[in-house]
Nanobody
Framework: QVQLVESGGGAVQAGGSLRLSCAASGRFLFIYNMGWFRQAPGKEREFAAAISRSGGATDYADSVKGRFTISRDNAKNTVYLQMNTLKPEDTAVYYC?????????????????WGQGTQVTVSS
């Protein structure tokens, strides 16, 4: 079992940037595909980005493509989400998650392990 802890959230003005981190413990992160999801108040959780075990493949939701970049450092057991050109609609709790599936997935049900989330607030 792997434990995930997100950090790096905060409040930022529109157009600004934040870098989220997800630190893993309990197991080596390289055995999992990793994803970032987000949930805004009153809305369902939605997929944001995913990265393969090696980091060689990534996938993004259309809403964040070109603005967000997911990366990982398996030596540090950490996954990152660089968020640029933030918009008020990016305001949400951001969760990292680990998946043991063979391919990148965009559905939360395919991820077995979740962090507690970190709040991102973007003001206009």
């Amino acid at each position: 079992q792997v434990q995930l802890v997100e950090s790096g959230g905060g409040a930022v003005q529109a157009g600004g940037s934040l870098r989220l981190s997800c630190a893993a413990s309990g197991r080596f992160l390289f055995i999992y595909n990793m994803g970032w999801f987000r949930q805004a108040p009153g809305k369902e959780r939605e997929f944001a980005a995913a990265i393969s075990r090696s980091g060689g493949a990534t996938d993004y939701a259309d809403s964040v493509k070109g603005r967000f970049t997911i990366s990982r450092d398996n030596a540090k057991n950490t996954v990152y989400l660089q968020m640029n050109t933030l918009k008020p609609e990016d305001t949400a709790v951001y969760y990292c998650a680990a998946s043991a599936t063979g391919t990148l997935r965009t559905t939360g049900d395919d991820y077995a392990y979740w962090g507690q989330g970190t709040q991102v607030t973007v003001s206009s």
